[in-house]
């Protein structure tokens, strides 16, 4: 048995601490609170992850840290660089594998598929955030100081999936709503299942060939937003949604009174265009295939007719 240490109780961290958990392997799942799901492998430690002797001490003999935590994301310029920072020194510390969980920001606006091999460059405050966590791993590991790997996503779905979708569509959708979206309602994109990323880290953590390089998730492709949303309508069997465009104005105004709605204007060049993840070499190398889109809306459907959800 080996021990695994995530860092963030997400939905994704909490799907890899559960797939490891259910693998018979052991778990220490870090927050600040000590949240994530319970389970006889899974030990749930309250602790600030920039603490770094903490971290440490707490990652000492663990096969590998995984790095699934995110502040909040109007705060990602002032606390994302010190959390990136205590996680790579702590896997150095202990000789853990480090292994993050990033996004397609750092690529900047992409014209077809992206590929893992696309060089940083980005366009926005986040994406320079994300690609500098990348540069400072990669660099530790050519200094031989650790062994890296980063697991990219695109847009998330799942039954607490947390993206622009979810947030401005599924939840909308969902109580038979109208929803309003900042995007291009037909152009194609490609969604990241929140367990689908899991499968992704744990396996990218236990092959050889990982190291000094990223992953792409297998996800769904080519399903626009238009289309999402009338899927997942059916799933939870509620009237189709009425939906419509959303002005960059009109997110602007919403953003002026809310924090985190006023960080989306600056990444709209992801959802003006098509969006593709090309995650075939991951598919091939790792054998992972996206869950199909049906079982994820499905999820969120059940999630949502839940008691209290």
Same mark, same amino acid.
């Given at each position: 048995?080996?021990?695994?240490?995530?860092?963030?109780?997400?939905?994704?961290?909490?799907?890899?601490?559960?797939?490891?958990?259910?693998?018979?392997?052991?778990?220490?799942?870090?927050?600040?609170?000590?949240?994530?799901?319970?389970?006889?492998?899974?030990?749930?430690?309250?602790?600030?992850?920039?603490?770094?002797?903490?971290?440490?001490?707490?990652?000492?003999?663990?096969?590998?840290?995984?790095?699934?935590?995110?502040?909040?994301?109007?705060?990602?310029?002032?606390?994302?660089?010190?959390?990136?920072?205590?996680?790579?020194?702590?896997?150095?510390?202990?000789?853990?594998?480090?292994?993050?969980?990033?996004?397609?920001?750092?690529?900047?606006?992409?014209?077809?598929?992206?590929?893992?091999?696309?060089?940083?460059? *980005?366009?926005?405050?986040?994406?320079? /955030? +994300?690609?500098?966590?990348? %540069?400072? @791993?990669? =660099? #530790?590991?050519?200094?031989?100081?650790?062994?890296?790997?980063?697991?990219?996503?695109?847009?998330?779905?799942?039954?607490?999936?947390?993206?622009?979708?979810?947030?401005?569509?599924?939840?909308?959708?969902?109580?038979?709503?109208?929803?309003?979206?900042?995007?291009?309602?037909?152009?194609?994109?490609?969604?990241?299942?929140?367990?689908?990323?899991?499968?992704?880290?744990?396996?990218?953590?236990?092959?050889?060939?990982?190291?000094?390089?990223?992953?792409?998730? *297998?996800?769904?492709?080519?399903?626009? /937003? +238009?289309?999402?949303?009338? %899927?997942? @309508?059916? =799933? #939870?069997?509620?009237?189709?949604?009425?939906?419509?465009?959303?002005?960059?104005?009109?997110?602007?105004?919403?953003?002026?009174?809310?924090?985190?709605?006023?960080?989306?204007?600056?990444?709209?060049?992801?959802?003006?265009?098509?969006?593709?993840?090309?995650?075939?070499?991951?598919?091939?190398?790792?054998?992972?295939?996206?869950?199909?889109?049906?079982?994820?809306?499905?999820?969120?459907?059940?999630?949502?007719?839940?008691?209290?959800?």
């Amino acid at each position: 048995m080996s021990l695994y240490v995530i860092v963030g109780a997400g939905a994704a961290g909490s799907a890899a601490a559960r797939l490891l958990a259910d693998a018979d392997q052991q778990v220490r799942l870090i927050t600040r609170r000590g949240s994530g799901p319970a389970h006889d492998r899974i030990e749930r430690v309250a602790a600030d992850a920039t603490d770094t002797a903490r971290l440490i001490e707490l990652t000492r003999g663990a096969a590998a840290l995984f790095n699934c935590a995110m502040p909040a994301y109007d705060r990602w310029p002032s606390e994302f660089p010190p959390l990136a920072a205590s996680l790579l020194a702590a896997a150095e510390r202990s000789g853990a594998d480090y292994v993050m969980l990033g996004n397609t920001y750092g690529y900047g606006p992409v014209d077809g598929p992206a590929t893992e091999d696309l060089p940083m460059a *980005p366009i926005s405050v986040k994406g320079r /955030v +994300r690609a500098q966590m990348w %540069h400072d @791993a990669l =660099a #530790a590991q050519e200094k031989g100081r650790v062994r890296v790997t980063e697991v990219r996503a695109s847009d998330y779905l799942g039954a607490v999936a947390y993206s622009p979708f979810t947030l401005m569509v599924g939840a909308q959708v969902l109580r038979g709503g109208p929803a309003s979206y900042p995007g291009d309602l037909d152009a194609p994109h490609s969604w990241t299942y929140t367990t689908d990323a899991a499968r992704t880290l744990i396996a990218a953590a236990r092959n050889e060939k990982s190291w000094g390089r990223a992953w792409h998730v *297998p996800s769904i492709s080519q399903a626009p /937003v +238009r289309e999402l949303a009338a %899927h997942l @309508a059916r =799933a #939870a069997a509620v009237p189709s949604p009425e939906l419509t465009h959303m002005t960059k104005a009109e997110l602007q105004a919403i953003g002026r009174t809310d924090s985190v709605m006023a960080e989306f204007p600056e990444m709209l060049y992801l959802y003006d265009r098509p969006n593709i993840l090309d995650a075939s070499f991951t598919a091939e190398l790792l054998n992972i295939a996206p869950t199909p889109l049906d079982t994820v809306l499905g999820e969120m459907a059940a999630e949502h007719g839940r008691p209290g959800a």
